[in-house]
């Protein structure tokens, strides 16, 4: 990304990473390399230059201060589940992984805080707080394996973020080593201290504002009683217009998905079986939290709204396993859907709610266009649509359709008055779209805030910015 | 012979990366099942080839423990693929050479005979209980040590010989000579629950070991010996080790022919018999017991709610579950010997789930003889005063405390 060029990594430098972190830990050889070139979308590859796993916050700021030294450009990972190539690096670049970094720090129920270093996997959090009666909310279905670093890079969501927030709205504090290497402290345990929502800006900053290295985050109490409605439909249609009634009655439910029939199929063939009849076109799973009152009361509102818009069927599972299995089901979906081709490519954008119904028929009229296999699961009740194309990248004519429906379903979305993300990020996945869903005043904003951070560039270089689109690099005033 | 085309449901989604013991032990994705697949593919492809030392270096430190395939929502068959990927390995550029060495052992019934006669000496002497610790070698001791009966008083009185089912005996190697007690143990329980067990001579190693390492050869030729000392003539082949259960169970795929077909179909795990029949319940055994689940029983062959039946028939006995049982132990066959450092790392995560266990187990239960060595080394080495046994051993005593035996 520096106009300067980008020397090669020379051996050198792979002696000076193994001096600060030991040789075990900086992974050269191509066969390693190779096992780091996608993350959880691997429609998107590239073999980073050396790969380092440090193994504590001072050795994190040892390879930062180094790295700066040289102007070598870095690119920190988590566990590589991110779904829009964020976590790849070019072969000038080293690949900063932080999986060792997996301590929880600190527990302290009475002010419902925990601080984490970023490699804690996202479910070890919420197991590890669970005999206080807290959780940590933010549940993306991939939270069995991703981190609470990569969390906190892409401002992650997850079912439960429809009543409770994204990642944003669970952080409180930051450790940051800045890409020069030096240490920076953002917001408190209580929240911002003074002035702008630093910690905010950090959220979601995709590994170019430099590497959180610890994290402090907000626990909530366990729902006192917690009910899963599970609605099967005849129609697609009708299963959105069910989720505009659900929201319309101002109940906010905990969790509002929607699972198609394509997407169904795939579950109900994987251990993650919900027990579904596959002949259903849509399901919807709404779930209900709160005080048992409470929790009674909407879900005598929900249920007939569900009936009312054609569910042909509504069970309600209140028991920890039943309820698990539904969700198992819904969080696995992704994973599922790989037995229906040898690829698939995970899509993410945000509607307006009003919008969904039409939205889907779109997809539906690219689907059978393009004569391709695409599967919706959903946050339904934010309007995050994840239509998946399952393809066969050995075969030129489906790899050419894939990008095709891609672009045009991002353009529907666009047209819709949506966004090209809801959670996924930006990464190398939806770069050129920015130029369509920012103005060129907001991009180069956006650019200033990043040098603020950052100001060689060289914090995931490649990513989320199309080439040349900052007002800088496009008068070329750059060194 | 194979493909990898059970490789490819994969999405890369890393839904198995949390699953995998030496991802768990490293966080290095070269130590994972998804890092595994891309060099499997890229071995597939010939962009690496059989001879890279980094790609052997990351697959020989693969467990085999098949942990992975249950977290995988797209049903990745892992297990298949790295049986192909070590099958093109050791073709290509040969087994290492400890492996060989100790494949040479187990594929001739002389030497192992020999070898672990030699280890019993040294066991029943109390000299490798005396030298067991925390080093490589001490550890060994352990292993060794570890392979003593959980008692030492055993029941001698046999039941009234079964008249139902008919039942050959899976001897093997290690469990026949050092795990004697297992089988005596087998032999009774299955008779108090009406099978009739019938002892094979002629029979060898069941070559799990070889295939588990890529020599597919050595393991069809142990496997056929089997097939032909056994014969067809009983109901069931009964087998006490997960390990050999779970390969007997594949010789159809193994050799290929009908005859292994039908074999395979009639192999059964011990515990798996016990279940079928209640089992009959024996007397109390007031003790705390943790099942630990071999990866061969609980993955490979499918067997997960057997062991717990059979502890269950085990009345006062008090049963608590294990965070992680479901995980590798580290043993993996011959891996503790040939990958001694990340075992180590696996085996010390176990240890410490046990030794966080309140009230401490008396006997982690586990039915395969790698992991009884395994885990009873690691206690031995990190001073706890918890034992290993079989799950079948647990309910000999029980059956002896009941008054079954007359
Ligand atoms: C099956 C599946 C389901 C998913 N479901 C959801 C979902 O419901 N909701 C959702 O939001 N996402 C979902 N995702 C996407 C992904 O899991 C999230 O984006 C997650 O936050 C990524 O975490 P990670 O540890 O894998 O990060 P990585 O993929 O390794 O990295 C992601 C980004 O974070 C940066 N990064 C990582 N660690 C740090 C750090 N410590 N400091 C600074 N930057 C860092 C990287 O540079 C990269 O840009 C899903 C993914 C899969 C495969
Ligand atoms: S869980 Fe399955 S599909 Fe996902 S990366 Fe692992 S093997 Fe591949
Ligand atoms: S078989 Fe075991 S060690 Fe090997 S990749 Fe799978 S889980 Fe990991």
Not at chain 1, 121 to 145: E, K, M
Not at chain 1, 253 to 265: F, K, T
Not at chain 1, 299 to 326: H, I, K
Not at chain 2, 384 to 392: F, G, I
Request: aromatic share 4%.
């Amino acid at each position: 990304m520096t106009t300067s060029p980008t020397p090669a990594l020379t051996a050198d430098l792979l002696g000076a990473l193994s001096r600060l972190v030991g040789s075990r830990w900086v992974r050269h050889r191509p066969a390693e390399l190779a096992t780091y070139a996608a993350d959880g979308l691997p429609t998107h590859e590239s073999r980073p230059g050396l790969v380092v796993l440090p193994g504590s916050r001072s050795e994190v700021a040892a390879v930062l201060s180094l790295l700066a030294e040289r102007h070598v450009p870095f690119v920190p990972r988590g566990a590589g589940t991110g779904l829009s190539g964020g976590a790849l690096a070019g072969g000038d670049a080293v690949l900063l992984t932080l999986t060792r970094l997996n301590r929880i720090l600190r527990i302290d129920p009475a002010s419902r805080r925990a601080v984490v270093e970023p490699g804690v996997i996202n479910a070890h959090l919420s197991q590890a707080v669970a005999r206080f009666g807290l959780q940590y909310v933010p549940d993306p279905s991939s939270q069995t394996a991703c981190t609470i670093g990569g969390n906190v890079a892409e401002n992650a969501g997850g079912p439960h973020c429809l009543k409770y927030g994204v990642t944003t709205n669970h952080i409180t504090a930051l450790e940051v080593i800045l890409p020069d290497g030096s240490t920076a402290t953002l917001g408190s345990p209580q929240g911002e201290p003074w002035g702008p929502d630093l910690v905010g800006l950090f959220l979601g900053s995709e590994g170019m504002f430099g590497v959180a290295v610890e994290i402090t985050v907000r626990l909530e109490p366990t729902p006192r009683d917690i009910r899963t409605l599970f609605a099967e439909f005849t129609q697609l249609r009708a299963a959105s217009s069910a989720v505009s009634a659900i929201i319309a009655s101002g109940i906010v439910p905990a969790a509002l998905e929607m699972m198609d029939q394509s997407c169904l199929e795939a579950v109900e063939a994987s251990i993650y079986a919900t027990g579904a009849r596959t002949d259903a076109a849509a399901v919807l799973l709404v779930e209900l939290d709160g005080a048992p009152e409470a929790v009674a009361a909407e879900a005598a509102v929900v249920e007939p709204l569900l009936r009312a818009n054609g569910a042909r069927s509504v069970t309600v599972a209140t028991s920890e396993p039943d309820r698990a299995r539904l969700w198992l089901g819904r969080k696995k979906a992704f994973g599922a859907l790989g037995r229906l081709a040898p690829d698939l490519a995970v899509q993410d954008a945000v509607v307006p709610r009003s919008a969904l119904p039409d939205l889907l028929d779109q997809i539906a009229a690219v689907r059978d266009r393009l004569g391709i296999r695409i599967s919706n699961v959903f946050h339904a009740g934010d309007g995050n649509l994840h239509p998946c194309i399952s393809f066969d990248r050995r075969d030129p004519r489906q790899a050419a359709a894939v990008v095709t429906a891609n672009r045009e379903i991002m353009e529907a979305c666009l047209a819709a008055g949506g966004s090209i993300t809801g959670e996924h990020g930006v990464g190398s996945d939806k770069r050129e779209y920015m130029p369509r869903a920012f103005q060129p005043a907001a991009l180069d904003l956006m650019c200033e805030v990043r040098r603020v951070f950052d100001p060689d560039g060289r914090a995931n270089p490649g990513k989320v910015f199309p080439a040349n689109v900052c007002r800088e690099w496009r008068r070329g005033d750059r060194q | 012979m194979g493909d990898f085309t059970s490789l490819d449901p994969c999405v890369h989604c890393g839904f198995c990366l949390p699953a995998c013991p030496t991802y768990l032990a490293t966080r290095d994705e070269a130590d994972s099942p998804r890092g595994r697949i891309v060099l499997m593919r890229a071995l597939e492809r010939g962009d690496l080839s059989a001879d890279d030392p980094a790609l052997r270096q990351h697959l020989d430190a693969c467990l085999g423990c098949r942990g992975c395939e249950p977290a995988c929502p797209s049903g990745v068959g892992y297990g298949r693929g790295l049986e192909e990927a070590r099958r093109r390995i050791a073709a290509s550029v040969g087994l290492r050479p400890l492996a060989r060495l100790t494949l040479g052992v187990f594929g001739r019934s002389v030497a192992w005979r020999t070898a672990f006669g030699a280890g019993r000496w040294i066991r029943d002497l109390g000299l490798a209980k005396l030298l067991a610790g925390s080093g490589r070698a001490r550890l060994g001791f352990g292993m060794l040590a570890a392979t003593a009966p959980g008692r030492v008083r055993q029941p001698t009185l046999a039941p009234e010989a079964g008249t139902g089912p008919t039942v050959a005996l899976f001897r093997g190697c290690v469990m026949d000579t050092l795990f004697g007690h297992v089988h005596d143990a087998t032999r009774r329980t299955l008779a108090v629950n009406g099978y009739r067990v019938i002892e094979v001579p002629g029979q060898g190693c069941c070559g799990a070991l070889h295939d588990h390492a890529g020599d597919q050869e050595g393991a069809a030729r142990l496997g056929r010996a089997n097939l032909a000392a056994i014969g067809e003539t009983t109901d069931f082949i009964v087998v006490n080790s997960a390990g050999c259960g779970a390969l007997l169970k594949d010789y159809g795929h193994l050799l290929g022919t009908e005859a292994a077909r039908r074999f395979a179909g009639r192999v059964r795990d011990v515990t798996e018999l016990l279940a079928d029949r209640g089992p009959v319940t024996g007397g109390s055994l007031p003790l705390d017991v943790a099942y630990d689940a071999p990866c061969h029983l609980q993955h490979a062959q499918q067997v997960q709610r057997q062991p717990l039946a059979v502890l269950g028939a085990i009345p006062g006995l008090r049963v608590h579950q294990l965070p992680g049982s479901d995980r590798c132990c580290g043993s993996a066959g011959i891996y503790s010997l040939v990958e001694p450092a990340m075992s180590r790392m696996v085996l010390d995560d176990k240890i410490e789930a046990i030794r966080s266990l309140t009230p401490r187990p008396d006997f982690i239960a586990t039915g395969n003889p790698g992991c009884l060595m395994q885990i009873g080394a690691g206690l031995m080495a990190a001073g706890l005063a918890t034992r290993v046994a079989h799950p079948v051993e647990l309910l000999d005593w029980s059956y002896a405390a009941g008054g079954r035996y007359r």
